[in-house]
């Protein structure tokens, strides 16, 4: 600032020399003390991001019809909102807490109910996660790193596939994200606050995805364990308050559901007992990792009961058999393994380089957090022997995002010294092979591509190794073919799932059709795709002249089905409130007999529809013990019937 003397004017005017600059131009360009290219990477990003996810979203129809209904329902009922309900009159609840539904059906109360407004939040969680897994990393590694860990995280196959569907995962990733940049933000303090918004983010995201939320909890009480600043006792300080936070934010919907009167609320479907903490340690918890409680256990047919089609396209889409190889393996490899090897040889490299760093180094702060949260992720996942579909694996996605990126930058930084140099190629070495293994899996999808991507990343490795430091001006153009070799594969593998896969169905894949089908968007079909033997995805027994009967019902429940198959698509497709006997799959005690025997005297259920391919499509649903099959023969016992194809109809008003 300068003082000129105005003799002219008689006074004394101040001068400051630096211009002040308009909101919209410190939005584009970011603060001062930034690089000039930062922000506009940053804004590229995320909008290629948004481009990325939002494209074409109404070709995915309704996605997965399951929750499809229930977001539906929740449009129409604010009970049915609360508690997640499959349909409006409150029958049942989906197995999984509410809160990813709670965000589409507010949406869909806003906008209208469609498929645009139910999965328009899903593709903005997935741009705030790529935004904040940035916002994290920079905080700690700069923000070439940051940069590099978001578009590693929007260019992963399955980041793309989940962010895009209706499915829990994309707020789960988005929360947990959220709770690792606040842990983040601890290292900078306070850290007792920003423990606690870590808590209630993890708790928010038992609410989407019950304990799948707390796979990471050990890694996030290490790093404040490890890296923030303090004594001991304040560290410890803040765990108890993250724990605190995260029992309350999570623990007050499992109150209420416990104390709401059961007769008054839908049943918890998944559940024994009609209990949420029930669902969360048995079928939805601990069955999931040690088989049980609902959960096939790994046998034979690797997630279907003993005697089940080993190594069939069942199998993949249930994981594959469980082992530490399972991520690599031909369920997961391609939806999350393209940078697993340079995430794991990123993380030793790393946690080696700094292992005589200060404590509350930030470099090893966050190669503990990403990597920690990989590992323990990874492992978890490999060992699991209940259900596993492979979507599930985009919650390892911001994890080897952020230690690739970390381990890159630093490496890279370090580029001088042979033994960065020669670290870093091995990564991209690394993925150039192991990207050309999962490339070969689909050889008639754009067979050139693996040749590129193997050549390419190796011939970059070997510049590197013999002298990349050397280069001068050309070294931006060696940084930009490393990562460019690096992300090709997976990123074309994302494009190819955003482009060209549109459909439904309770288990997507991506990329291309691949042998043995797929549940989902990810293939035309095979043993378990839609309406196949295992009848997965959208059933076929809907029809224009079945729906007739349901449009302009004034019942609680037009109709009744069991399981949630039928259900779903009929009241998707007229509006009417349609109860799924048993919930998904037909198996919960809910209704009980009697509970449907005085719906039907209340005059509340119009029909009841039985498919002749029974719930689900397979066989051995109809045991004599379920619910379905009590209620199904009490109503063929007493009222009349009539088949409309393939569906028996049985008027329960006569």
């Given at each position: 600032?300068?003082i000129?003397?105005?003799?002219a004017a008689?006074?004394?005017?101040?001068?400051?020399?630096?211009p002040?600059?308009?909101?919209?131009s410190r939005w584009?360009?970011?603060?001062p003390?930034q690089p000039?290219w930062e922000?506009p990477?940053?804004?590229?990003?995320?909008a290629?991001?948004?481009?990325?996810?939002?494209w074409?979203?109404g070709s995915l129809?309704?996605?997965n019809?399951?929750y499809?209904a229930?977001v539906?329902a929740g449009?129409?009922s604010?009970?049915?909102l609360?508690?997640g309900s499959?349909d409006?009159?409150?029958?049942?609840?989906?197995?999984k807490?509410?809160?990813?539904l709670w965000?589409m059906a507010l949406?869909?109360k806003l906008?209208g109910?469609?498929s645009?407004s139910?999965?328009v939040?899903?593709?903005?969680?997935?741009?705030?996660?790529?935004?904040l897994?940035y916002a994290a990393v920079?905080?700690?590694?700069?923000?070439g790193?940051g940069?590099?860990?978001?578009?590693?995280?929007?260019?992963?196959?399955?980041a793309a596939l989940?962010?895009r569907?209706?499915?829990?995962?994309?707020?789960l990733?988005?929360l947990?994200v959220?709770a690792a940049?606040?842990i983040?933000r601890?290292?900078d303090g306070?850290?007792?606050?920003?423990t606690?918004?870590?808590?209630?983010a993890?708790?928010?995201?038992?609410?989407?995805?019950l304990?799948q939320?707390?796979?990471?909890v050990?890694?996030?009480?290490?790093?404040?364990?490890?890296?923030?600043?303090?004594?001991?006792?304040?560290?410890?300080?803040?765990?108890v308050?993250?724990?605190v936070?995260?029992?309350v934010?999570g623990g007050?919907?499992v109150?209420?559901v416990?104390?709401?009167p059961a007769?008054?609320r839908p049943y918890?479907g998944g559940?024994t007992?009609n209990s949420?903490l029930?669902?969360?340690?048995?079928?939805?918890?601990l069955?999931?990792?040690?088989?049980g409680?609902?959960?096939p256990?790994r046998g034979?047919?690797a997630?279907?009961?003993?005697?089940g089609?080993?190594?069939?396209?069942?199998?993949a889409?249930f994981?594959g058999?469980?082992g530490?190889?399972?991520?690599?393996?031909?369920?997961?490899?391609t939806e999350?393994?393209?940078?697993?090897p340079a995430?794991?040889?990123g993380?030793?490299?790393?946690l080696?380089f700094t292992?005589?760093a200060p404590?509350t180094?930030r470099t090893r702060?966050g190669?503990?957090?990403?990597g920690?949260?990989?590992?323990?992720t990874?492992?978890?996942?490999s060992?699991m022997?209940?259900i596993m579909?492979p979507?599930y694996?985009i919650?390892l996605?911001?994890?080897?995002a952020g230690?690739v990126?970390?381990a890159?930058?630093?490496?890279?930084q370090?580029?001088?010294y042979?033994s960065?140099r020669?670290?870093?190629a091995l990564?991209?070495?690394?993925?150039g092979?192991w990207?050309?293994?999962?490339l070969?899996?689909?050889p008639?999808w754009?067979p050139?591509l693996?040749?590129?991507v193997?050549?390419?990343a190796?011939?970059?490795?070997?510049?590197?190794?013999?002298?990349?430091?050397?280069?001068?001006r050309?070294?931006v153009?060696?940084?930009f073919?490393?990562?460019?070799?690096g992300?090709a594969a997976?990123?074309?593998y994302?494009?190819?799932t955003?482009?060209?896969?549109a459909?439904g169905?309770?288990?997507p894949?991506?990329g291309?059709?691949?042998?043995?089908?797929?549940f989902?968007?990810g293939?035309?079909?095979?043993?378990?795709?839609p309406?196949g033997?295992?009848?997965?995805?959208?059933m076929?027994g809907?029809?224009e002249?079945?729906?007739?009967?349901?449009?302009?019902s004034?019942?609680?429940w037009?109709a009744?089905t069991?399981?949630s198959?039928?259900?779903g698509?009929l009241q998707?497709?007229?509006?009417?409130?349609?109860?799924?006997?048993?919930g998904f799959?037909?198996?919960?005690?809910a209704p009980?007999?009697?509970?449907?025997q005085?719906?039907?005297?209340d005059g509340?259920?119009?029909y009841?529809l039985?498919s002749?391919?029974g719930?689900?499509?397979?066989p051995g649903w109809?045991?004599?013990?379920s619910?379905?099959a009590?209620i199904?023969e009490?109503v063929?016992?007493?009222?009349?019937?009539?088949?409309?194809?393939?569906?028996?109809?049985?008027?329960l008003?006569?």
């Open positions: 600032m300068t000129t003397d105005d003799t008689g006074s004394v005017r101040l001068d400051d020399e630096t002040t600059r308009n909101p919209l584009l360009t970011g603060a003390e000039r922000r990477a940053l804004l590229a990003l995320l290629g991001a948004a481009v990325l996810y939002l074409a979203l129809g309704w996605a019809e399951f499809a229930a539906q449009t129409m604010w009970k049915a609360l508690f499959l409006p009159g409150n029958a049942i609840t989906v197995d807490p509410p809160a990813a965000a949406a869909g906008f109910f469609s645009w139910m999965l939040p899903q593709a903005l969680m997935g741009v705030g996660s790529v935004a897994l920079r905080r700690t590694s700069g923000p790193a940069l590099l860990a978001g578009l590693a995280l929007a260019l992963t196959p399955v989940m962010f569907f209706n499915n829990p995962d994309a707020l990733v988005l947990l959220v940049y606040c983040v601890a290292l306070p850290p007792v606050r920003w606690a918004l870590a808590g209630v993890l708790g928010f995201a038992f609410l989407a995805k304990l939320a707390f796979l990471i050990p890694v996030l009480a290490l790093v404040v364990l490890v890296a923030v600043p303090g004594s001991v006792w304040k560290r410890l300080g803040a765990l308050a993250g724990l936070a995260m029992v934010s007050w919907f109150a209420l416990s104390l709401w007769d008054s918890i559940s007992d949420l029930e669902l969360a340690l048995g079928y939805n918890g069955g999931r990792v040690f088989g409680d609902g959960n256990t034979a047919g997630g279907f009961p003993e005697g089609p080993p190594g069939g396209g069942g199998n889409m994981g058999d469980p530490i190889t399972r991520m690599f393996g031909q369920a997961m490899g999350i393994s393209w940078l697993l995430a794991l040889i993380l030793i490299v790393g080696w292992r005589r404590r180094d702060a190669l503990l957090l990403w920690g949260w990989a590992v323990v990874a492992l978890i996942f060992y022997k209940g579909h979507y694996t919650a996605a911001p994890g080897i230690v990126a970390i890159v930058v630093k490496l890279w370090g580029r001088a042979r960065s020669i670290w870093l990564m991209l070495a690394a993925t092979v990207n050309f293994v999962l070969d899996r689909t008639e754009l050139w693996r040749w590129v193997l050549v390419g190796i011939v970059v490795a070997a510049v590197l190794i013999v002298g990349g430091h050397q280069l001068g050309y070294t153009a060696l940084a073919a490393g990562v460019l070799f992300l997976t990123g074309a994302t494009v190819q955003v482009v060209h896969n459909g169905g309770p288990i894949t991506s291309p059709a691949r042998e043995g089908g797929s989902g968007p293939g035309p079909g095979g043993p378990g795709g309406g033997p295992m009848g997965f995805g959208p076929g809907s029809s002249q079945l729906e007739q009967f349901l449009v302009g004034d019942k609680r037009a009744a069991i399981g198959h039928l259900a698509s998707l497709k007229t509006g009417a409130s349609v109860m799924a006997i048993g799959s037909g198996g919960d005690n009980t007999l009697a509970q449907f005085q719906y039907v005297r509340d259920v119009g009841l039985v002749e391919r719930p689900g499509g397979g109809h045991d004599g013990e619910a379905g009590q199904t009490w063929q016992d007493n009222f009349p019937a009539q088949t409309i194809d393939g569906t028996t109809v049985y008027d008003t006569s």
